[in-house]
């Protein structure tokens, strides 16, 4: 939370989006880390992993810390209670987030069982669903900013939502592991941007302090994450992988629906610092 309220702050000083590229780097940091984390471990052990990783963190931090924005916190009336806000809206966007993220959980989660058990994948061909997905993603949103800085984040969340849907739809329908590889990727391209809209809508809410919003949108994003993924599973012993990644595909529409409702994500050069 603290971090996207940091990086919508830093939207507002700058003038334009920067939150898409913000989590292109956390899936940068997860692809490194797959990449290198098995080697690393190899080599130094689990606890010089650890401890080398931990050092390279804190050298990056320091290197950094003079060009980090102290962002003021939120002007709050003397007394003012901590409560939940009123307003439908951030909830709306939180079910924008939490309809993005659960199609991601089951994807990472997923994706290299039903390659493996439903269309006959071996081993390595089933770990490439993920790392096309993961790769996609991570390339789409560092581009991811500067399309809605164009287009607006509206135009750019039902943009990205039509090419999720397709993809899933694809992945769902394919008749066998090359297809559904194919699908994850072009899912990964449209799944990429939505989340960070989302957060950067819900950062920028009128008349709402940025880490309420975002508290309320990352909270409920992140339990479909999290949480839908075991839902999944128990339903995956009654009906087909591919039946499920159809189904998740109509979560979409769902978006589809909303995405008027992050207009405040797209207005980052129209309000004052």
Known sequence: IAMNANAVAVERRMRRAIMSSCHGFWSLGGLLGAALGGPMIVTLGIAGHALA??????????????????????????????????????????VIALFSMIPEGAVLDWGALYLRQE???????????????????????FAGDGVRNRYGAVATLRACTLIALVGLLLAGLAPGPVTVIAGFAVAGIGIANMVPIAFSAAGNLSGLPAGIGLGIVTFMGYSGLLAAPSIIGFIAEHVRFSAIFVGLSSLFLVVLALSHLVAPGGREAERPD
């Open 53 to 94: 990783v931990t050092v390279l963190t804190v050298l990056v931090v320091l290197a950094v810390s003079g060009k980090i924005l102290n962002d003021a916190p939120a002007a709050a009336e003397p007394g003012q209670a901590l409560r939940l806000p009123a307003t439908p809206l951030p909830y709306l966007i939180g």
């Open 119 to 141: 269309t006959g994948a071996d081993l390595i061909t089933s770990g490439l669903g993920f790392g096309a997905f993961s790769a996609t993603m991570a390339i789409v949103r």
